[in-house]
């Protein structure tokens, strides 16, 4: 039996994780409640976000949902007040939320290209704005800025999304630099194809598993957990020299 880390500087600290009632999001929410820290998690998806905040109530720190829809800054920079109110000031800020809808050049419209933006790039922005007064009060933290592989492979087909998700990759930087004096650390972890359910529903078939058999050094599938033990490892003080870096978990793609 695999026996993963314990990381005790979690333990009773404040995580706010985005996009975190399904899929990889889920996964990080489960993790970081399994380390005793103090989890609230905002998500589009009540029911989904109600069921697992249930599931997980016996926890050391019974997570906290909050709905709200994230490309409304008001209702996202709500939802983060809410956390903090339950849980006091915000130490680790994941910054899972996106949406990897497949749209074509042909059928961007202007309005389309904002809403994507708006997703999967702009409340990272603001969510770390929100939070970097608490990390800085503490003495330090730690945000992870989730990108994608998808733009790193030049895949095709929605380009709203893949430009969305390359700029994260200047934001980490940026926000790096700007919040280092106050030992806020800021980093992008970049996950491969991981197999969800809804990727293989939506999207994994033959052809793209003979893709990732061709792309990854390691013909295993990469999985949510696989995600979430990066993100662990980021948000805890064993990462404490580690800034405006990409970490990539993406079984050798790359």
Known sequence: MTVFAQYPSLTDRTVLITGGATSIGACLVEQFTAQGAKVGFIDIDTAAGSTLASALAGARHAPLFVHADLTDIAALESAIEKVRQHFGPINALLNNAANDRRHTIEETTSETWDAGIAVNLKHQFFAARNVAPDMRKA???S???FGSLSWMLKQGGMPVYTT???AVQGLTRSLARDFG????RVNTLVPGWVMTEKQLRL???DAARADIAR????NQPVLAEHIARMALFL???DSAMCTAQ???VDGGWV
């Open 139 to 141: 003495g330090g933290g």
């Open 143 to 145: 945000i992870v800025n």
């Open 164 to 166: 969305s998700k390359s």
């Open 181 to 184: 004096p106050f030992n806020i």
């Open 203 to 205: 999207w994994v078939d």
């Open 215 to 218: 792309g990854q050094c390691i």
């Open 235 to 237: 948000a805890a003080d």
């Open 246 to 248: 990409n970490f990539v």
